[in-house]
T-cell receptor, first 109, second 113 residues
């Protein structure tokens, strides 16, 4: 059975902290791993990773994929209250996507 | 630049009623999909389509039908609503099925009484 597991399920930090979100997967015909941020409504795209060991970076957010160990991490440095959201990991495989249950991040002032 | 548009935004149904959730995209995307999101859970794939005239089942297809007569539209039909179908429904599209990020609509919050 295809499976994507995210940890932790929830996290509370203070502004300025650095956080690491985890995503592990077991799927057939892996194509890519994607991270999305979901605030009040629709998820919005953050990163897509297809190759092992290559870090994707956008401002304070970065992500990397390990295809041998079947996991990815999303790092957020110098967190701000605007980073509070649900972070979703999705794996594209066999032409469709399987999502994890998400990590709810709360950043306190 | 509308992107993915879902209607309605909210709906309350009685058990046994049927309804159609509408989804339209204006980006000429080939791939479209429907997900449901329950509290504390991620998105679960209901049905998807790789192009006009082609649909396939996802992880949780029971109780739902879809059709794709045009590239732009991908409606989701609830045949006989049940309380277990109370959820937030998201429609998404991407350029094709290969290594593309999905663009999501704002969701339809559906309650079945």
């Amino acid at each position: 059975e295809d499976k994507v597991v995210q940890s932790p399920l929830s996290l509370v930090v203070h502004e300025g902290d650095t956080v690491t979100l985890n995503c592990s997967y077991e799927v057939t015909n892996f194509r890519s791993l994607l991270w999305y941020k979901q605030e009040k409504k629709a998820p919005t795209f953050l990163f897509m990773l297809t190759s092992s060991g290559i870090e994707k970076k956008s401002g304070r957010l970065s992500s990397i994929l390990d295809k041998k160990e079947l996991f990815s991490i999303l790092n957020i440095t110098a967190t701000q209250t605007g980073d509070s959201a649900i972070y979703l990991c999705a794996v594209d495989h066999a032409g469709k996507s399987t999502f994890g249950d998400g990590t709810t991040l709360t950043v306190k002032p | 630049n509308a992107g993915v548009t879902q209607t309605p935004k909210f709906q309350v149904l009685k058990t046994g009623q049927s309804m159609t959730l509408q989804c339209a995209q204006d980006m000429n995307h080939e791939y479209m999909s429907w997900y449901r999101q329950d509290p504390g859970m991620g998105l679960r794939l209901i049905h998807y389509s790789v192009g006009a005239g082609i649909t396939d089942q996802g992880e949780v297809p029971n109780g739902y039908n879809v059709s794709r007569s045009t590239t732009e539209d991908f409606p989701l039909r609830l045949l006989s609503a049940a309380p277990s179908q109370t959820s937030v429904y998201f429609c998404a599209s991407s350029r094709d099925r290969y290594n593309q990020p999905q663009h999501f609509g704002d969701g339809t919050r559906l309650s079945i009484l």
